[in-house]
């Protein structure tokens, strides 16, 4: 049986079907994570972890990691130890997913901060390993920040006062 779980939305993300939540129905050339937050704290020379299911107060669930590049991969996560593996190879969509372990339980972002600080080499050498291969499935695609880019947006989500989630059950996988 598996345990159904929150998962933390972006209410403000476009849908290509007002029915049905962004994530469900991603407008024509969105990111993959299209319809979930990042956790605009969490962000570190340019990387940015995004929630699928939340990550205070749980012992695991699942999230994503936005590079320097606007490009994305998926985070299956738990509090413990354990290695870096990857679960997903990389595809056209994102340069994989991976089951990642931190080493603190998180009750604060400050504990999610320094969790993602451990993680976040091997996530570095994830993608760079991704990035310099010669897969043919790989064709990074790129959050559409505009112009402003990557540091800009960084800048402007230290700056957010204001997290935006909405819990809507569903069965984690």
């Known amino acids: 049986m598996t345990k ?16 049905k939540p962004a994530f469900l129905a991603k407008p024509a050339g969105s990111p993959v994570y ?13 990387w940015v972890l995004g929630e699928i299911t939340p990550f205070l ?4 669930g699942d999230g994503f990691v936005v590079a320097p590049d606007g490009s994305q991969a ?4 738990a ?7 990857e679960i997903v190879a990389t595809t056209p969509e994102r340069w ?15 504990d999610l901060i320094a969790n993602f600080r451990v993680v976040l080499p091997a996530l570095r050498a994830a993608y760079g390993r991704a990035k310099a291969g010669d897969d ?23 700056q957010l006062q204001v997290k935006c989630r909405s819990p809507l059950a569903v069965s984690s996988f």
Not at 34 to 46: A, M, N, Q, S, Y
């Open 4 to 19: 159904s779980r929150p998962v933390t939305l972006d209410p403000t993300a476009k849908s290509a079907d007002p029915s």
């Open 34 to 46: 299209h319809g979930f937050v990042v956790v605009p704290e969490t962000f570190i020379d340019g």
């Open 57 to 60: 107060g749980e012992e695991n």
């Open 74 to 77: 998926g985070l299956v996560w």
């Open 79 to 85: 509090v413990g130890e354990g290695g870096f593996t």
């Open 96 to 110: 994989g997913v991976y089951a990642v372990w931190f080493p603190q339980a998180m009750k604060t972002v400050e």
């Open 136 to 158: 043919s499935r790989l064709s990074f695609q790129r959050v559409p920040f505009g112009v402003a880019g990557v540091e800009q947006i960084g800048s402007t989500l230290r």
